[in-house]
Each structure stands twice: as C-alpha cells, then as structure tokens.
Antibody, heavy 123, light 106 residues
Framework: DVYLVESGGGVVQPGESLRLSCEAS????????MNWIRQAPGKGLEWISY????????YYADSVKGRFTISRDNAKSSVFLQMNSLRAEDTAIYYC????????????????WGQGTLVTVSS | DIQMTQSPFSLSASVGDRVTITCRAS??????LNWYQQKPGKAPKLLIY???SLQSGVPSRFSGSGSGTDFTLTISGLQPEDFATYFC?????????FGPGTTVDT
C-alpha cells in the first residue's frame, strides 16, 4: 500500500515561515513525481507545486512562486515544502500527493494523497 | 491559466440513480482530465484519469468521457457511499487547475 504522511503544519503569524515534510512508504519513491496541493477550509482544491522524480524539474503556481520551495530527498523517501512570507490566504490543509506515471493520455495526474496537514496563518 | 467549470454546483439524487456531472475547460486540455471524489474530512481519491480511464480499484459504475474542452463523469447506479463532492482537474498545462466541485447529496 502507498502511504504518504505529512507533518510540519501549525499556526504561524503573517510573514513567518514553515517547512512541511511528507514521508512516503510502500513504493519506490525515487521513481515517482510528487505534487503539493492545498485546500482552504470549506473551499476547493488548488495545485501549488510539482517536482519530478529526480528533482530537476519543478513547477509552481503563481500564488506561491517566489515564496514556496519544493524539494525532495530520495534517500529518505521524503518531499518537502518550504513556505516563506506566509499570508492569511495560505491558510489551508496541505496535501502531499504521488503523481501517476505519464502515459499517452495522462500526465501529472495526482494518484495518491496523504491525509494532509493544516497550516493556519493568523495574527 | 486554464479555467475549469463544473455543473451543476450540487445535485440531489437517490440510491440507484444515474448521475451525470459536467466539466468544461476554458481551452483544450486534450484528454488530460481527471476526476476525484472527496468525502468530508478526507483526502480526495482519484476516480478517472485521462478523461476515461478507470483508476484501479474504482467501481465500474464510474465512467468518464470527453476530450478537448467538454467532459462528463457518470455514476451508473448511485450507491450510498457515492454521496460526496466530485472535482475535475486538468493536467495538461501548469497550473494544474481544478473545477469548483459538484456535491452529490440526498
């Protein structure tokens, strides 16, 4: 079974930083691309970042570009999200998710999700 | 950015009903369209990828169709565990945008 366990969420003040971690198990982590996706309380889903299996290709949503940094450590089967200059609108549940291998009809598809970690930005 | 819309916003249905949810993209996403189911307090679950491919372990009463800009998720014979919110997402172009969701309730 695929397991993704996020940690590092909490309550911070605007302008502060937080680092989320996601530990993966049950699959060959180094072979899979990963996403971070968030969901504000009672709201919809927002994709925020992608990292390739090697870590060499990275994408960000404009809403977090320049403030958030995705990275991974394949030796530790972990992916991270460094979040700086946090804003109230960053308040959300943050999900780590495994991406389905690319095929002719499907790429970058989020296949498995962690349980999420809540980040609250409030003064 | 590609904007995703869904209709209806919510629908009421009964066990055994055939339910259809529509997703539209503001520009073509080819077949790079995915459907997810989310229940309260839980992470989303992938149902359909590539517009029409059933994710492993998902019941065959779920099906997807469409290409380009117009897509459909159909539940043939709604079951009690299917009452949930359904999201479409395009994975053709970053940012990989989601639709606003459709809630299926009784």
């Amino acid at each position: 079974d695929v397991y993704l366990v996020e940690s590092g969420g909490g309550v911070v003040q605007p302008g502060e930083s937080l680092r989320l971690s996601c530990e993966a198990s049950g699959f060959a982590f180094s072979s899979y691309e990963m996403n971070w996706i968030r969901q504000a309380p009672g709201k919809g889903l927002e994709w925020i970042s992608y990292i390739s299996s090697s870590g060499r290709t990275i994408y960000y949503a404009d809403s977090v570009k320049g403030r958030f940094t995705i990275s991974r450590d394949n030796a530790k089967s972990s992916v991270f999200l460094q979040m700086n200059s946090l804003r109230a609108e960053d308040t959300a549940i943050y999900y780590c998710a495994r991406v389905r291998p690319c095929s002719s009809s499907s790429c970058y598809t989020t296949e498995y999700w962690g349980q999420g970690t809540l980040v609250t930005v409030s003064s | 950015d590609i904007q995703m819309t869904q209709s209806p916003f919510s629908l009421s249905a009964s066990v055994g009903d055939r339910v259809t949810i529509t997703c539209r993209a503001s520009q073509s996403v080819a077949s790079f369209l995915n459907w997810y189911q989310q229940k309260p307090g839980k992470a989303p679950k992938l149902l359909i990828y590539g517009a029409s491919s059933l994710q492993s372990g998902v019941p065959s009463r779920f099906s997807g169709s469409g290409s380009g800009t117009d897509f459909t998720l159909t539940i043939s014979g709604l079951q009690p565990e299917d009452f949930a919110t359904y999201f479409c997402q395009q994975s053709n172009t970053t940012p990989f945008t989601f639709g606003p969701g459709t809630t299926v309730d009784t």
